[in-house]
Each structure stands twice: as C-alpha cells, then as structure tokens.
C-alpha cells in the first residue's frame, strides 16, 4: 500500500482528499504545516505528497524546495493561485503537478496516479546495469540508483536520510564516524541542530534494522568517539 503525505488546510478539501485516496486503497498521513511535512517526509519516507501552497510556519514552496534538496518523492501542489506565472513557479520550484482549486479530489487522485504511472516507465532500469550500481556487504546490498535496501531477500523500508546514512558506513567499512562528521556529510554545513540527533537518527535507522538477520556487518558504538559499521569475517 502506497503512503501518501497530506497537508491540506482547509477542511472540506482535506476531507474529500482523505476519502478519495482511502477509496483507491492509499495510507494517508496528514500534517498541519510546512514545517511537518519537511520532518514527516524524513520520519515516513511517502511515496507521494500531496500538499497546499499556502502553509504555516514554512510555505508550500519553500518546503518544497527543502525537500528537493535530497528527495525526489512526487509532489502534487494543490492552490488558489491559478495566474499562469504562478503556476509556473510551483512547477519550477520542484513539484510534478499543480491542481488549482476549486477541484475534483477524483482529479487529484488521477493526477497522482499519472504521475505514479510516468515515474514507474522513466525508472526502469536494466538488471545488468541495476546490479552494477550495488554496494554490498555481507548480506547488506544498497543501491543508490534505486534507493533500496536488502537485507538477505528481504527489502528494507528505510526513509531516504536513513539510506544515506547506512550508505555512507558501507561504503566506509571500519571507518569511525564522529557525530560531528555525520552532521557535515549527512545534514550539511548549514544544519545548526544538537549534535545529538545523530544518536537519535542512528537509534532509530538499528531499531529497523534490527528486524533482519544481519550477517557480516553492524553499526557499532566507537564509545566517546562515534560510529562506524564493522565488517565480520563469517566462519
């Protein structure tokens, strides 16, 4: 089942967009403003966001163009602002479609459906090249061609900073990592939180991890120091 990030304000469309997407068999998570789309598109890692221009606390446009600073999730922006120009900026800015309002919430639904339809066909990619693109270690296989995790045969949902995170220890056997340098390569120069929300990051990316039977690799605790993924010779 596809997850579909909603931020709608006004009630009526919230409404008819939430029993629309539940009527085509959609999970649907709902947000009030700019600023929670931006963490629920980390913390959920959609499939699809469908969200008003006009938001609270971050605009629609500038949230957008967060998110297209590592994400290439599908955005539909829904809007008054119906002047050509406008409609062009929404549509530069990084979203894939652009609904004006007053609108169907089936036509919204279709949009999203055409847009899901086009991703899939501009995606497929060649097996032999697909494998090319794999980091593997142990039974851990990433490939940032497709953003995919496996662990085994087993697919991992991971969201997209998760990916990013695993990546870059897999790629770095045995490296050590402080939390200092996962906030550069990870957040960027600009990101100005606590240093300790790398703890919190890399808590959650072992908890989901932890479900698979990770052989020949794990994330390991460098005690006052960081962390780093050991690679284990297997008997």
Known sequence: MKKILLCETEEDARNDLCAALEKNCYEIITVQNG???IEA?????PDAIIMNIDLKEIDGLTAMKEIRRYSKVPIIITSHRNKFYEIIVGLNSGADDYVTKPFSAAEVVARLEAVFRRIEMEHRVDV???Y???LVVGNLKISMNTYTVVIGNEPVKLSRKEVDTLYLFASNP???FTRDNLLDSLWGFDYFGDNRS???HIKRLRK???AYDNQGWRIATVWGKGYKMDTIVLA
């Open 35 to 37: 600023r929670e789309v």
């Open 128 to 130: 032999a090249e697909s």
């Open 174 to 176: 045995n490296k050590v």
């Open 198 to 200: 790398v703890d919190t």
């Open 132 to 134: 090319k693109e794999l």
């Open 208 to 210: 989901k991890l932890s």
């Open 41 to 45: 598109e980390e913390n959920y890692a």
